[in-house]
């Protein structure tokens, strides 16, 4: 993931707004379910540190326990507005990630990487579980290298071209694999939802291990993003873009964790989001 700025500023205003109306929808209908749910990663830091969004990102995410998020998948599409539809890897032919999303139903917003894959994404907030870790670390760096293995596979049959970091020869040649490997799994017919099925048997390996700790197996690594319970919970309320939502009771000490000094503002060339190849937004009513 890199950093591309807007050509007009007010198109990434507008996505804003629009992501933001998402997540209204979301603290509605958790609020309305009992579930607990906390802003995540760049949004509980835009949220600490702008009242909103970082000035130049361009998406919300938010996180759940596995039991909360089985509970939202289940219970969510029955209560969401019609404007809105839950976007489930179990389900959705060829989605190339293994967390789910609440999208604005009639958009399209697909990220440079996946302009490739069958599956049209839209205008969403990102969704994620978080599994148990095991304590033990040679367990947990087995456990980490199958969920990397079944996620970046997940990638690879909906897109053959995903995001690289590399350049040179080194582009090209993993650039290829990745073909090889794309081509090969649409060959043998091999379906996203059977990979993503791997992949969550992975990461809820150690379920009910009782360590205490969780982590984000979507995450190249997981540890980066792991947690202890009682840093998540109760959540507290934070405003974000004029309206309340949820965050961890200790997101300060998340934040320093993940972002280092959380509170400076990076340079440019240490800035990330997702600027989409496609955008439509809603029609006019």
């Not at 890897?89 to 789910?100: I, K, L, M, S």
């Not at 990220?111 to 205008?123: D, L, N, Q, T």
């Not at 996620?151 to 995001?163: I, N, S």
Request: aromatic share 10%; with cysteine; net charge negative.
């Amino acid at each position: 993931m890199a950093y591309k700025e807007y050509d007009d500023p007010a198109e990434l205003r507008r996505l804003q707004v629009a992501s933001a109306e998402i997540l209204k929808e979301f603290d509605r209908v958790c609020a309305k379910l009992g579930i607990q749910y906390f802003v995540y990663a760049g949004t509980a830091l835009g949220a600490v540190r702008h009242g909103g969004f970082i000035p130049w990102d361009d998406d919300i995410d938010v996180a759940l326990l596995r039991a909360d998020y089985e509970r939202f998948l289940a219970e969510a599409p029955a209560e969401v507005g019609e404007r809105f539809e839950v976007v489930d890897p179990r389900t959705t032919p060829h989605f190339p990630a293994c967390n789910a999303n609440l999208a604005l139903a009639n958009t399209v917003c697909v990220p440079e990487e996946f302009a490739g894959c069958p599956c049209r994404y839209k205008i969403s907030i990102g969704i994620y579980a978080l599994d148990d870790m095991v304590d033990d670390p040679l367990l947990f760096r087995r456990q980490c290298r199958s969920t990397w293995l079944w996620g970046r596979l997940a990638f690879l049959r909906a897109t053959p071209t995903p995001y690289l970091a590399e350049t040179g020869w080194k582009r090209v040649v993993v650039l290829a694999a990745c073909r090889i490997a794309h081509t090969l799994m649409k060959l043998l017919g091999v379906s996203s939802q059977r990979i993503y099925g791997k992949w969550e048997r992975a990461a809820r390996r150690y379920e009910g291990c009782g360590s205490g700790r969780v982590a984000d197996f979507t995450d190249r690594n997981p540890g980066d993003w792991s947690m202890s319970l009682t840093e998540i919970a109760p959540t507290k309320s934070i405003m974000f873009e004029g309206f309340l939502v949820q965050t961890a009771c200790e997101d300060g000490v998340l934040l320093s964790r993940q972002y280092g000094d959380y509170l400076e503002i990076p340079p440019v060339e240490q800035r990330k989001n997702h600027r989409p190849c496609v955008l439509e937004f809603e029609p006019e009513q």
